[in-house]
């Protein structure tokens, strides 16, 4: 007869071989991009599943020492940044105006906001291209920034409202009293306790707009605004016959998301709990 425990380990067996097989397939290609990138293409066509014999570092050497992924780098950091702050702060306002005041219009308001997810990003791709070169941001990281900014404000707004309308009423009352203007409620008290869902929408802001390619590629024709997606494309472009070279280049793409993200990644998953328990 087994135990409860037992029967416990039991049931959660399947939950661990899912979970086991679902990395395994993740992290294989991570390896084999990582182990290629020390080969050579002659042995990546003769071993290619094989270990590097001999390990050819100047693949990755070269990479570091040149000044087009760097600025690749910088670019895609500059971007990611300011995106991240202007959705994050505009959202923010937004989202305690649509949570703590109430006016004539205000759910309807919300819904709109709400239909902004639905919206693909490729439909608009036309109209802002017209858009973006009729006010000259075009070669110019501001036409990749706002754009940005104005697509993740729905998913920001829908997440921030959710956390601010979770604030006891009693609280903003006694901050009142106090002699508190709402916009002092707002900054002193509402966005310190809603800390891990601005990390949250922070989190997936910076990953969207580092992972983001098709905006980046359409804005800039000069390499100097060349994001790291763009990179990757116009390197493979470049070095095509050079296999194992683009291996190291898309590694080294990686480092830096895979990197935020395991800082990040217990900020990403107990803001988005939270979030669930307050829902």
Known sequence: MTTPVLRRRLRSVPLYVTVWVVGIVMVTPLLYALVSGFKSTDQLSGNAFGLPSPW??????????????????????????????????TAALAAFALARFAFRGRELLFTLFTMGLMFPFAVAILPLFILLRTFGLLDNPWGVILPQAAF????????????????????????????????????????????????????????????NFLLPLLVFSDSTWWTIPVGVQQFQGQYGTDIARVFAYLV????????????????LIGGITLGATKG
């Open 56 to 89: 050819v570092t100047s693949n990755y050497t070269k990479l570091l020492a040149d000044g087009a992924f760097w600025r690749a780098l910088g670019s895609s950091t500059l971007i990611a940044v300011a995106t991240t702050v202007l959705t994050v702060a």
């Open 152 to 211: 993740g404000l729905p998913m920001t707004i829908v997440i921030l409202r959710g956390f601010f309308r979770a604030i006891p009423g009693e609280l903003e009352e006694a901050a009142t009293l106090d002699g508190c203007s709402p916009f002092g409620f707002f900054w002193r008290i509402l966005l310190p306790m809603a800390r891990p869902a601005l990390g949250t929408v922070s989190v997936l802001a910076v990953v969207t707009s580092w992972n």
């Open 252 to 267: 080294l793409a990686m480092v830096p998301a895979l990197a935020f993200y395991a800082v990040a990644e217990r900020q």
